[in-house]
């Protein structure tokens, strides 16, 4: 780690298609916390072509300019063009369902090219829609969960796509796509509110010719309010401490797509506000769904999120913190075999309209291959270590590309407890379900007690200290739901019994608080399943400092919904705690 953040505040210069570029030094968090106000689009700016800029810099600013141009013209577009904001937005989904769960129930008036009616409102035939949707509803949120092995590597190339089309549609061959700084792998400490604020360009209306505001998001950020302060704490700051902690690409795959980037749709979708009532859904043509619930804003549902432009900042950040992540010592990037147990289409479009496919060889190349590094000093490709520390870091074009042998590496699980149960949780529903990792499930750890616990004192009874640290410990909670859940589902560790004990626990998030569990997934019209994952190496360490009849064989798991407008349940099948082999 050491080494890594001397990277970062290292100048170096990195080689990408064959052009050497100069790249500044960068210190810490430093560009997000420059202010947010807008500034004249001077063209003395001058703004690296091969760097993603912060959407508060000067360059970020410029940088929207043209994304607010190209976006006007791709709004002006008919939704069967390629490149059009519409067709743009329907490769990561659309409202399909032939079910209605996830359809539209009335006429498209966006695209009239596409509805769930066979006659339009005045009663022609609809056209046959098989060529646009041959590469619509390609992201990889599916409702039967088995695709979540590609939700970073296919944003990052649909990403990618995006920018290009829009770097040709701004006449801007400088373009590069902004991000939203609102968490770094290495904050320390909750963002400042310049951070938990969208890009002012975002939630400035000025007139109908923003092409960047939306009006279905949350009210209070587009009225230039930041995040609240508890979801930043628990669901950003608390999300990234453990997603730096390991070195795993499925375990980390896994939990970004829960915290932040499910959470952040949903509260941009606007799921969090006590206004979320009055927010029409453009995408959907309606303000509440088939069962009267309200339907949200764009970002909170899959068929609408890649509608609103915010969707692109959003994603540029994801994309940031898995590169941060990629950079960090021993982390294991997703390999070929992996992607290939899954099939799932990559297809984007280049800027002239032609189709773009990827194998999954190809795949593995290009993501670990991009063209840009982000203005804090972050590459999105495997680390290349330089050859002395004395000169600045030299990275040639083609030694990043990944190696057999770099992408081989597979580590195991190692099970230490799984119990069944089937238990729904609610709106007035407390999972609690106690854990006990002992000879009735596997006999062969009770010589070593927990992963947590000094090898040389497996019988001891004193408190779980740092140095019997091996492996993170993980828990796994693998859970039931048909229709499109909504809720905030919190999980907690070994929570007290007594009522004023357990509000007081809920509150000290650093020693019971494990994780949320969201929902960014399709509608189902049948039980589908979906598995969470959360690191409790911290937890179980705090809890054994602390508390002196903390026993490490016997855990307390407890689901609570936090609120919410919808009345919904779902139903916990299975939990699990395992580490890596």
């Not at 855990?555 to 139903?571: A, C, F, Q, R």
Request: hydrophobic share 35%; net charge negative.
């Amino acid at each position: 780690m050491k080494h890594f953040f001397l990277f970062l505040r290292r100048a170096f210069i990195v080689s990408l298609v064959g052009i050497l570029l100069s790249v500044n030094t960068f210190i810490g968090e430093a560009v997000a916390d420059t202010p947010t106000e807008t500034v004249a689009d001077t063209p003395t700016i001058s703004c690296n072509p091969h760097i993603r800029y912060e959407a508060s810099t000067e360059c970020g600013k410029k940088n929207l300019k043209s994304l607010e141009k190209a976006l006007k013209r791709m709004k002006a577009m008919g939704c069967e063009d390629p490149l059009s904001w519409y067709y743009q937005g329907s490769i990561h989904w659309v409202p399909t369902a032939a079910s209605g769960l996830s359809g539209l129930i009335m006429e498209n008036p966006l695209c009239p090219f596409y509805s769930e009616f066979s006659v339009n409102a005045q009663g022609n035939p609809i056209p046959d829609t098989g060529k646009l949707l041959t590469s619509w509803d390609n992201c990889t949120h599916d409702s039967a969960g088995t695709s979540g092995i590609h939700f970073l590597p296919w944003h990052r190339l649909y990403v990618y796509h995006f920018e290009k089309i829009v770097r040709k549609l701004s006449n801007n061959p400088d373009f590069n796509l902004p991000y939203w700084n609102y968490i770094s792998l290495f904050d320390t400490q909750i963002p400042d509110k310049s951070r938990l604020t969208m890009p002012k360009q975002f939630y400035t209306p000025a007139d109908d010719s923003n092409s960047l505001y939306e009006s279905g998001r949350d009210p209070g950020l587009n009225n230039g309010g930041s995040l609240d302060h508890d979801f930043a704490k628990k669901n950003l700051l608390d999300a990234v401490e453990g997603l730096k902690k390991g070195t795993v690409y499925e375990d980390f795959n896994t939990t970004i797509d829960i915290r932040p980037h499910g959470l952040m749709h949903n509260y941009l979708g606007g799921y969090y506000s006590e206004e979320n009532q009055n927010i029409f859904n453009i995408i959907y043509n309606r303000s509440v769904d088939d069962q009267g619930n309200p339907q949200f804003g764009l970002m909170t549902n899959v068929p609408s999120a890649g509608f609103d432009p915010i969707f692109w900042m959003h994603h540029g950040n994801i994309d940031r913190l898995w590169a941060q992540w990629t950079q960090l010592p021993k982390t294991q990037p997703v390999t070929q075999e992996e992607l290939e147990k899954v099939s799932w289409p990559y297809q984007f479009f280049e800027p002239n309209g032609q189709v773009k496919g990827y194998t999954m060889q190809e795949v593995i190349e290009a993501v670990y291959n991009m063209d840009y590094v982000y203005d804090d000093g972050t590459r999105p490709n495997l680390p290349v270590q330089a050859e002395s520390t004395s000169t600045p870091f030299i990275a040639e074009s083609t030694s990043t590309a990944p190696t057999a042998k770099a992408l081989k590496a597979k580590i195991g699980k190692k099970v230490l407890v799984s119990k069944r149960t089937r238990k729904k949780v609610g709106q007035n529903q407390e999972f609690i379900e106690p854990v006990l990792i002992d000879s009735q499930f596997l006999p062969q750890l009770r010589s070593n007690r927990s992963n947590l616990q000094l090898d040389s004192q497996p019988e001891s009874d004193e408190p779980v200290t740092e140095e019997g640290l091996s492996q993170p410990e993980y828990l796994e909670v693998s859970v039931t739901y048909t229709g499109h859940p909504l809720g905030i589902y919190e999980v907690y560790l070994n929570l007290p019994n007594e009522e004023e004990s357990k509000k007081a626990a809920i509150a000290d998030i650093d020693t019971y608080f494990l994780g949320t569990m969201a929902f960014f997934v399709l509608d189902s019209d049948r039980p589908t399943s979906k598995t969470f994952l959360f690191d409790i190496t911290d937890e179980v360490l705090e809890q054994g400092k602390k508390f002196e009849e903390f026993n490490p064989d016997l855990l307390s798991i407890s689901i609570l919904k936090n609120g919410g407008p919808v009345d919904e349940t779902i139903t916990v099948d299975n939990i699990s705690i395992f580490t890596r082999e």
